[in-house]
């Protein structure tokens, strides 16, 4: 079942492949549809993390209801949308969750794929709605991906997210998705953001997800105002200095033994990039030409780092994004932000449209795994055999 479960997914990226790259080209000529979609649902929070301040801003009232949400959704905008992701805040602290998600699912015409970031740590409202957003995604043939977010072990999760027992609390939520695959096929794992706190508990959080057999990916910190309100917080969660470099061998080791055909590699190399040549981006971003996201209270933004270019409760959504002022503040986020943009939103989507920046990755990618292993004496770990 696991096997065409794989198959039906590597298939339906195949058979997309040629409008992938139709809608790459036509991009970078003038505006198109978005394709990709970022919806934070809510701010409010069932944790008070110390990398994100999203949970100081949580406030029900400034929420759009689901009445407003499907009014905002009917618009004809959506019309292109492949890859949607509900995040926020925390998604489950909604009590209309799931209506949410199957709006969206329903909605979207061309919907590929569907993701869900939890925290998992109200066991009890999210194991049933994760499993009614899975029942709809399957319903429909989309590809439901959710990761439950773990950014320590045991202890470790619990002064992150200053949730008492958040780890078992998170961990009985993974047992449960786990459980789920009996009935339902999607993709699930784990999430974790790398920052000053946790650092030195990266490797034990891989190992202790190996051990579990959960697909794990690593974030690096970034700090954006309008996706997680925590600008103000670089000055004390930033790595610098040796604990900067040890965080880029951290990301370079996973290229080094991960599979080369793991898309989290892509992500990978880039934050190893950046920290390495002063946060100059060189990687793509499909935020740049085919990205949106949608803010609790309606608010319109290009991407994290972009500023609302106004509300869909007001303005319908095509007319906000394709006027002229619109497009002409999405030109200077590309001048301005993007050559220093930490961002790996959705990137591992982007890169595979792009040809030339993906093969160069794949070079890259390859000469570092063979550097490893030249330097690595025979029998030892990272000496796994070809990639
Ligand atoms: C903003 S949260 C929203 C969903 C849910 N509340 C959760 O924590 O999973 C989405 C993801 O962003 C990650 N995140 C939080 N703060 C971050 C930061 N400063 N830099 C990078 N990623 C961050 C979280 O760990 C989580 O995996
Ligand atoms: S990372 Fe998620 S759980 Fe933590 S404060 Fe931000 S939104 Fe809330
Ligand atoms: S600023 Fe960052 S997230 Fe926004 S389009 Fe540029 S690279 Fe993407």
């Known amino acids: 079942m696991a096997q065409t479960y794989a198959l039906k997914y590597l298939t339906k990226a195949a058979l997309s492949a040629p409008r992938d790259l139709l809608n790459s080209y036509i991009a970078a000529r003038r505006p198109i549809h978005p394709t990709v979609l970022v919806f934070n649902c809510t701010w409010v929070c069932d944790a008070r993390c110390e990398m994100c301040s999203n949970w100081k801003r949580g406030n029900r009232k400034l929420d759009m209801t689901l009445e407003q949400i499907d009014g905002v959704f009917r618009s004809d905008f959506w019309r292109n949308i492949e890859n949607a992701a509900i995040s926020g805040g925390e998604p489950t602290t909604r009590n209309d969750l799931v209506e ?3 709006l969206m699912i329903d909605r979207f015409p061309r919907l590929r794929k569907f993701g869900l970031n939890t925290t998992g740590l109200t066991p009890h409202r999210a194991i049933p709605m994760i499993e009614k957003i899975a029942a709809a995604c399957q319903r429909k043939g989309v590809i439901f991906a959710m990761r439950v977010s773990i950014d320590g072990v045991g202890d470790m999760h619990n002064l992150v997210r200053n949730v008492k027992n958040g780890f078992d609390k998170a961990y009985e939520t993974i047992r449960a998705v786990r459980e789920m695959q009996r009935r339902y096929r999607f993709n ?7 920052f000053s706190m ?3 508990d ?3 959080i891989l190992a202790w997800a190996r051990r579990e057999k959960l697909d794990i990916v690593f974030n690096m910190i970034r700090f954006t105002e309008p996706a997680l309100g925590n600008a103000d917080l670089a000055n004390a969660h930033k790595p610098v200095g040796e604990a900067e470099e040890r965080m880029r061998q951290f990301f370079l080791d996973r290229v080094r033994m991960d599979p080369l055909m793991d898309g989290q590699n ?4 880039h934050y190893a990039d950046m920290i390495a040549n002063g946060y100059h981006r060189l990687a793509p971003c499909p935020f740049q030409s085919q990205g949106i996201m949608l803010n609790p209270d309606g608010a319109l ?6 500023r609302a270019v106004g509300n869909c409760l007001e303005t319908d959504p095509g007319e906000l994004y394709f006027r002229a002022e619109s497009q002409a503040h999405r030109d200077e986020i590309r001048d301005t932000v993007c050559p220093t943009c930490l961002s790996p939103c959705q990137m591992n989507v982007a890169a595979v449209k792009q040809v030339v920046p993906y093969v160069k990755f794949l070079a890259r990618a390859t000469a570092e795994k063979r550097r490893s292993r030249r330097l690595q004496p025979p029998g030892s770990p990272g000496r796994r055999g070809p990639a």
């Open 100 to 102: 949410i998600c199957e």
């Open 188 to 194: 699930y794992g784990v999430s974790t953001t790398i």
């Open 198 to 200: 946790n650092l030195n």
């Open 202 to 204: 990266a490797e034990n």
């Open 266 to 269: 892509y992500v990978y190399m």
């Open 301 to 306: 933004h290009f991407c994290e780092n972009s």
